[in-house]
C-alpha cells in the first residue's frame, strides 16, 4: 500500500489469494500481469488496486475460462483498463460453454470489452461497471439473481439490451447510472424495490413498464431519462 515507485506488479503462479487493499494507492502502477495459479483458483478481495489511477494495463498468462470464473471482488480494471489474455486484447467473451460457474467482478472496468456471453449457471452476479465499450451480453436461461448490484451496469455507454432476472426483488442505487445508449427495459414482476438514481441519465431509454409488484420507487430513479416517453 502507497508504494509510489512502483509501475510493473507480476503476480506468481504460487499466490492464490490477494487480500484488501493490498496494492491500493500505488499511484504510479501502470501494468499488473497475474500468471496462471498452479492451483487453478485466485481470488482478489475488495479494493486491492482502490486509487492506482495510472493503471492502464492488465495482462493474464492463462485461459479465459479460469479468468472469467475466479472469485473476483476487485477487478484490476476496475479505474479502465485494457485487459490482455496470453497477450491477446480481450474484445469478445464466450463463457457459454462452460457449467456451473458464475462471474463476479472479474471484468469489471474492461475498457476493450465489447461482447460477453456468459456461463451456463442459475448463478452470476456479474458486475460491469465502467466497460464503455460493452455492447453486448448474454445471459443463460434461467439465470437466477436476488437483486442487480449498486452501479452494476454503471457507465456501460454502449450498452443497449439488458436482462433483469426473473426472481429479481431489487434493483439498487445507480445499477444503470449512465446507460446512455439503453433504449428498452423490461421489470419483471418479482421486483419489488427501485432504488435512488437507478436508471439515471439513461438518455435513450424511451420505454419502461414497471409492474404492479413493485412498493418502492424511489425519487430520482429515472432522472435525466430525457428520451422517456411512458
Known sequence: EK????????ISALINSIDHYAFSKCANLEKVIINEQYEKSFYLATSVFENCPKLKEVYYN????????????SSPCAN?????????????????HLDNA????N??????????????????????????????????????????????????????????????TTIHQDAFKGCESLEKIHIP?????????AFTNCKSLQEVIIPSSVTYLSWGAFSGCSSLRK
Not at 414482476?189 to 438514481?197: E, G
Open 3 to 10: 508504494n509510489y515507485n512502483l509501475k510493473t506488479l507480476e
Open 62 to 73: 492463462g485461459s479465459i475460462d479460469n479468468w472469467g470464473t475466479y472469485y473476483v471482488l
Open 80 to 96: 479502465g483498463a485494457n485487459l490482455y489474455i496470453n497477450g491477446e486484447l480481450v474484445v469478445d467473451v464466450d463463457l457459454s
Open 102 to 105: 458464475a462471474v463476479y467482478h
Open 107 to 168: 471484468f469489471e472496468g474492461v475498457i476493450s470489452l465489447k461482447s460477453i456471453a456468459l456461463p451456463k449457471s442459475d448463478w452470476n452476479e456479474p458486475f460491469f461497471k465502467g466497460c464503455v465499450n460493452l455492447e453486448s451480453i448474454i445471459y443463460p436461461e434461467k439465470m437466477k439473481s436476488d437483486y442487480i448490484d449498486p452501479s452494476c451496469y454503471e457507465d456501460c455507454k454502449k450498452l443497449k439490451n439488458v436482462y433483469i432476472p426473473y426472481g429479481c
Open 189 to 197: 414482476d418479482t421486483v419489488t424495490n427501485i432504488y435512488p438514481f
